[in-house]
């Protein structure tokens, strides 16, 4: 019997497998930097290459050019716009969409939301940034990990995100991110284009607590930067309480062994 370790909980196989889930069909980022191993070639998915290379133009376009690329958080345009699309979705919507990966063969199932809500920024837009709940669960324990899969795309320096800064309740929670991946998406249109993708650590206990007594809609951090310029950002209650029914649900299967 495989005994499950803190690594093969959250193992690179794993989290290799979600960076090209989360970067479009078949690794779209890849089709353009050719630099993540595992990547198809460049001709086996027209659609995510093509999606890619307008990401990279948006975001170096002249209009985009003209602005600041020291954004630390969306417009208020964004945030209204992105805000009013949540809106409309509950934890019933997250937990319906959310996706189970994993089968007999492996030691873990993985939970995603990642298909419940997305929000691709405005046309000019110097920073781009996305999120969703991805939760681990050790199928012999039943015990889970808890993350903020969080995806920030950018054009002029790296920022190397660090650190995170979280408001929960009214506690303020400091912790190190998972580093996922950094890449460069493309430098063919000026500034080059930067993706990190970061893991945002959160206790079960924590997860419990902003389920059953949320004191807001969202939960808001702050991506703490090496340059300075941090990004911030948040995620619906709703998505967070929808990855947790979900995952009430498939360990309610264990006990029952």
Known sequence: MAIETPMQL????????????????????????HRMQGCKSMNTNRKAYITALLLAAAITSPQAAAQSSGETARTAKEQQKRLSKL????????????????????????????????????????????????????????RTIWQIYQTVTYSSGWRMFDSVNLKIGDQLVSRKLDIISRDVVTCSYGPCVHSEILGIPLEEAEVEALVASPSTSHLQFRLK???????????????????YRKVSEYRSTLSGD
Do not use: M
Not at 19 to 33: K, P, S
Not at 128 to 138: H, L, Q
């Open 225 to 243: 930067s090496r340059n300075g310029l941090d990004w911030d950002d948040d995620i619906a209650i709703a998505e967070i309480a929808g990855a």
């Open 87 to 142: 809106s409309s979705l509950n934890a019933a919507h997250f937990e319906n969409t959310a996706k189970v990966k994993g089968d007999a063969f492996e030691p873990n199932i993985t939970i995603l939301t990642d298909q419940g809500f997305k929000f691709k920024g405005g046309f000019t837009s110097t920073v781009r940034s996305d999120n969703f709940v991805r939760a681990i669960i050790g199928k012999s324990t039943g």
């Open 10 to 33: 959250i193992s690179l196989q794993t989290i290799s497998d979600n960076r090209l889930d989360f970067a479009g069909e078949d690794c779209a980022y890849c089709d353009v930097t």
